[in-house]
């Protein structure tokens, strides 16, 4: 079987054409050069099979990039690289810049070896106008995040992978991570958003054409009236939990496993974002985007064989926690006076209006409801999670905006639902965190990533077949050989992330 590096905005056909922004000052800590604070260049060159990063100084030197894997696309974060960069390749090659959700990339036809590389920068600030430091995102957090692997993945995974390169967008450019995208109405008629016939004509008459003419990628500032935006560390949350699905999937491995492996593969997606969330705790805008990602996650269909596992209770208490988390972030964002329409969150009442929609989908699967030995005076009451978000929207003034037949919903909710304070003292209120440590106790697994035990816990990659042991993939492989080639297990270790194409 073979393997492509994994790309869903391109796969999806998303990209911008907006003017690329110039290249930004470099952080406190980058290299100088005679007066010049210098920007470096954070490169990703990906080609069909691997990918590898590599950092150089925006000072007109050429630097060798010391590889002949034939490359296609060239990334390189905010930096305008197709303006300010120049590539010497092995052949006469066609270099076509673009903006893709607020990256720079390059694409390299055809594909060949990138054999050298030069950056310069004509904005880099003179030393008598310091640029202002960040200490919160200066060189040495970029390097922490990129260190700062959970201990929940194997040493060699495309989930590690994949936590890898999140951390690392959000670390290089904070700014640019939490600046919103606007997303096309395709993408509401395609996921379990909105189905109305209305908005399905709208979409087929638009038809999503990656950012050309419909409104894909583009700065959402650019579109202020549209009601679909994400931020783009949340769409790369999102984009991250669907590679984590594909890695999953025996059959694009040709691997037999039990009948709801599929399923629960995909319940271990949604635990990770529900660690994700825990792991964020001191940073409400990380927070917030792995909310984003968790809300477009369960609205899409690729999470849909979570619905076909047979634990249904198991089930049923993993969405009653990711509504929890949603409860949680909410408070946290009252606690921080930040729940009001003038936040800047342009997608707080979409995420909170596409919630409370997902419990109507929910909701004939056996999911949110009331279970018979469940305690009444639990706080809060899950099962009717849609309450509470309609109460908060109530409080603070939030207009909900978004799916099909909300107002429906809204209007049948009881407005008045007792919400627990949240301050700076106590902005957990609703104790996610004891409700989490519960469900660990009840469903983690005490196996450890690349063998032996230890204490129970969720998430991870013990789903993820890339993850496995050559033996194992070897002894459940329906040919009798690893679907994963040498070069491409060499790849995985490099960091790229793999798909079967």
């Not at 994949?162 to 919103?180: C, G, M, Q």
């Not at 994700?276 to 809300?295: H, L, T, Y």
């Not at 459940?476 to 679907?483: I, L």
Request: with cysteine.
């Amino acid at each position: 079987m073979q393997f492509t590096i994994a790309a869903l905005a391109l796969a999806l056909g998303l990209a911008s054409a907006a003017p690329a922004p110039a290249p930004a000052p470099a952080p406190a800590g980058a290299p100088q050069h005679e007066d010049h604070w210098v920007p470096t260049v954070n490169f990703v060159f990906r080609g069909a099979a691997a990918s590898f990063p590599l950092s150089i100084p925006a000072d007109g030197k050429t630097y060798p990039t010391n590889s002949y894997l034939n490359i296609n696309l060239i990334e390189s974060g905010s930096f305008d690289a197709a303006s300010y960069c120049t590539f010497s390749t092995t052949q006469a090659a066609t270099l076509v810049g673009s903006v893709r959700y607020g990256v720079n990339t390059i694409e390299v036809g055809p594909p060949q070896p990138i054999l050298t590389h030069c950056c310069t920068s004509v904005t880099m600030p003179p030393k008598t106008a310091k640029p202002k430091s960040n200490p919160t995102h200066d060189s040495k957090s970029i390097d922490i995040a990129l260190a700062n692997q959970s201990l929940r993945w194997s040493s060699i995974s495309v989930s590690r992978n994949i936590d890898a390169e999140y951390k690392s967008l959000v670390a290089r450019d904070p700014v640019e991570a939490f600046t919103y995208i606007t997303l096309c109405l395709v993408h509401a008629a395609s996921s379990l958003l909105d189905s109305s016939e209305k908005l399905e004509k709208k979409a087929k008459q638009s038809l999503c054409d990656g950012g050309k003419s419909c409104l894909c990628g583009k700065p959402a500032s650019l579109n202020p009236d549209h009601f679909l935006t994400i931020t783009n560390a949340g769409w790369s949350k999102f984009r991250g939990q669907s590679e984590m699905v594909y890695v999953r999937c025996p059959d694009d491995f040709d691997v037999l496993t039990y009948k709801d492996y599929y399923s629960y593969a995909v319940l271990e997606v949604l635990e990770n974002l529900v660690l994700d969330f825990v792991e964020a705790d001191g940073d409400w805008k990380g927070q917030w985007a792995v909310v984003e990602g968790m809300v477009w996650f369960l609205a899409d269909e690729i999470s849909e064989p979570l619905l076909m596992a047979d634990d249904g209770e198991r089930v049923d208490r993993l969405v009653k926690l990711a509504a929890h988390v949603l409860l949680a972030m909410l408070a946290l964002l009252e606690s921080r006076k930040l729940l009001v329409p003038e936040s800047g969150i342009r997608d707080l009442g979409l995420v909170m209006a596409m919630f409370i929609h997902l419990t109507k989908l929910l909701r004939p699967y056996g999911l949110l409801e009331e279970w018979d030995d469940e305690n009444d005076e639990i706080v809060p009451d899950l099962a009717h999670v849609e309450h509470y978000i309609v109460a908060y929207s109530t409080k603070h003034g939030i207009l909900l905006r978004g799916p099909e037949g909300i107002e429906e919903i809204v209007e049948r909710c009881d407005k008045e639902i007792e919400l627990l304070p949240a301050t700076a003292a106590n902005p957990d209120p609703w104790k996610l965190g004891e409700a989490i440590v519960k469900y660990e106790a009840d469903y983690g697994t005490d196996e450890r990533p690349g063998g032996g035990r230890g204490k129970p816990s969720i998430g991870g990659d013990h789903h993820d077949i890339t993850a496995w042991s050559a033996a194992k993939r070897t002894k459940h492989s329906k040919t009798g050989k690893d679907p994963l080639r040498k070069e491409e297990i060499a790849a995985l270790k490099m960091g790229s992330i793999l798909r079967p194409s």
